[in-house]
């Protein structure tokens, strides 16, 4: 079956891959997992592409894992099962990775596609927002960084420009380092190889018996992942176990801004009861430890 494509670009370095980009709008192919299913047609009809495609999956600048002061930078076109094998990746991103799809998929999929995707239901998504993930990207232009939560805008709608390409994701130092409790919960048919209903992730801090630090992100209920900074707040100073009327107050604030809808894989009602009740699980635990 020939492909109808009207160009294809593999280049070997980086650099020769950006220059093409700053002449030529093209679809940028990673692991393709999602690129592929987006521009599907019929079964044996051939692929139809609307653009070039530039392939960036074998770049080594693109897929390198290291530390630089303590924060963590991961290389946008590292597969999920490479970033598994990975020493330097936190216990619980591997986790989320283990919740996604099939082997084969893992193979190929990247946790830069996975951000640039920008679907609600992203899984990994929930924890890069709660890690305050930063995306380095890059054209000839130079560097820009970008924090996650601004990058993402809608369903497929995120803020790179043309020419550039999404080099690395930097994970800030102070979630890398112990000391933080994270939990990473996904709610799907089954535990992988389906789309989350739901996605969760907490963060939480404590010093002593006081909350430090708290964050929260949900997945699959809006058209971006949902997270409040300032409901977040409402708990800085509070003392671990949680009074039951501080759990209510962020759980009904929570309750306002999650706007989940109804489709093929859930119902609104659902999705909004489940992300509530992780919340407050969460929130109503005893004690923490560092993950």
Do not use: W
């Amino acid at each position: 079956m020939v492909e109808k494509i009207t160009a294809t670009y593999r280049f070997d370095r980086l650099d020769q891959t950006l220059r093409q980009l700053n002449r030529e709008d093209c679809i940028i192919m990673a692991g393709g997992t999602d690129v592929m299913v987006l521009h599907k047609s019929g079964r044996g009809v051939p692929l139809e592409l609307p653009k070039p495609l530039v392939f960036i999956d074998h770049l080594s600048e693109l897929k390198r894992v290291y530390q630089n002061q303590k924060d963590l930078h991961i290389g946008a076109c590292c597969t999920y099962s490479e970033l598994l094998e990975h020493p330097l990746i936190p216990v619980p991103l591997k986790n989320a990775i283990k919740t996604i799809a099939a082997p084969a998929i893992r193979n190929r999929g990247t946790l830069g596609g996975n951000i640039c995707n920008a679907s609600p239901a992203g899984d990994t998504l929930p924890l890069l927002y709660v890690y305050n993930a930063k995306l380095l990207l890059r054209s000839e232009n130079g560097d820009r960084l970008v924090e996650i939560s601004d990058f993402i805008q809608g369903p497929r709608r995120v803020q790179r420009y043309q020419n550039e390409i999404l080099a690395e994701i930097i994970l800030p130092s102070e979630v890398v380092e112990e000391g933080a409790h994270i939990v990473f919960e996904k709610v799907g048919n089954r535990n992988a190889d389906a789309i989350a209903k739901v996605g969760f992730a907490g963060y939480i801090r404590i010093n002593g018996a006081r909350i430090e630090d708290v964050r929260f992100a949900f997945g699959a209920v809006g058209p971006t992942m949902v997270r409040s900074i300032d409901i977040e707040k409402k708990l800085v100073g509070k003392t671990i176990p949680l009074a039951n009327s501080d759990i209510a107050q962020v759980v009904a604030a929570f309750e306002q801004i999650i706007r989940p809808i109804d489709d093929q894989r859930s119902t609104a009602v659902y999705r909004k009861t489940v992300a509530l009740n992780l919340l407050c699980y969460f929130l109503s635990k005893k004690q923490y430890h560092a993950n």
